[in-house]
């Protein structure tokens, strides 16, 4: 503990300082933390203090973390991770972020990089050094790289095929359409918890797409309102809102469609919603279009409100990275998408058996790779080649 005083002498608090020498601290610099009591008074003392000392100066917008990336503590990848993590709010984006920050993708690429500089490494010793005795010659070369290659390209596509880390951080978008007086608005207004959207029984009320983000066990979702679909009655302003709908439902990863089932676009991932039971309930024509739809909803009484809970959660996971999966971000999937394009080679092309134009490719898919991590380069090739090869003996 220590006596905290500003220039002039005067004592700003009684606070606990930690020193933390350098390279190993976060940012690889030489670090100190000054632990204090937490009023903001205080707080703004201290600061004030510290900026009239010379060659002392608050810190930029995520200076830290890029110190922390200058300086080789963390890559590219668990820097994204790490503002993620910060910006997370529900649990299944801080699982995922947590992940990313802690070197998950980090560590696959890593292992990926390891695997084409070994074939690199074998693509420039035969290419320079096929005189020596203890490098291996022949159309053998070239059928391993490309092989090996076809691997890994499989592999990077495993990766790319998995659900984008925006899905987890935006939230995945749930789309309720169906008919006017459907019941829309009262079920966006009982999920959300609150009058959301204006509940009319005048047809065309919703004109516009209502959005709100909610959370539903740890998992982020955009619910979204549309205007009632109709092929007739609707004027201008509402056919707006109509085409809206229409794109809206085309652009949701899934459709709650409270109306006929018959009449329900086609989605890959839609909950047919037998909506307003308390209303319809003896009507024959209702009661047999209910029996084609996957729950029965009245979400003025609450009557199927916990199952479509359950449904919802249940599809969403299915569209989440399953446990101990890592998601990628869009940068990170394009520069994926890139690498595996250099990778995949015609085995009967003559392309298959030039090693200058595979060694070209391995290069190009490396350079790809070390985009999403910002590490590794032609230097980690060559230990490789003359860690593996006897040349120059």
Known sequence: MAELKDQAGAALDRALLLWFPGPATATGEDLAELHLHGGRAVVAAVEAALGAMPGLRPALAGEFTRRAFLNGRIDLAE??????????????????????????????IAGW????????????????????????????????????????????GVWIARPAAEVISEGLSVVIAGPPNAGKSTLINALAQRELAIVSP????????????????????????????????ADRIEAIGIDRARAAVAAADMLLWLGPPKDAPAHPRAILIAAQADRWRGDAAAEADAAHCDLTLSAATGEGMDRLHRMIVEMARTLLPREGEAALRQRQRAALAEAKQWLEVDPRSREAGDLILLAE?????????DRITGRAGVEDMLDTLFGRFCIGK
């Not at 797409?209 to 955009?222: H, K, Q």
């Not at 490719?361 to 790779?369: E, K, Q, S, Y």
């Open 79 to 108: 820097a994204e991770g790490l503002a993620d993590l910060l910006a997370a709010e529900t649990e299944s984006q801080r699982v995922q972020a947590l992940g990313m920050a802690s070197g998950h993708v980090s560590r696959a």
């Open 113 to 156: 990089q390891d695997r084409l500089l070994a074939l690199m490494a074998g693509a420039e010793a035969e290419l320079n050094f096929a005189d020596e005795d203890d490098v291996e010659v022949g159309e053998a070369v070239a059928q391993r790289l490309v092989s090996g290659m076809a691997a890994l390209a499989t592999e990077l």
């Open 202 to 233: 005048v047809a065309g009320t919703t004109r516009d797409v209502i959005e709100t983000p909610l959370a539903l066990d740890g998992i982020a979702m955009r619910f979204s309102d549309t205007a009632g679909m109709r092929a007739e009655g």
């Open 361 to 369: 490719r391995l290069r190009l898919a490396g350079t790809a790779l």
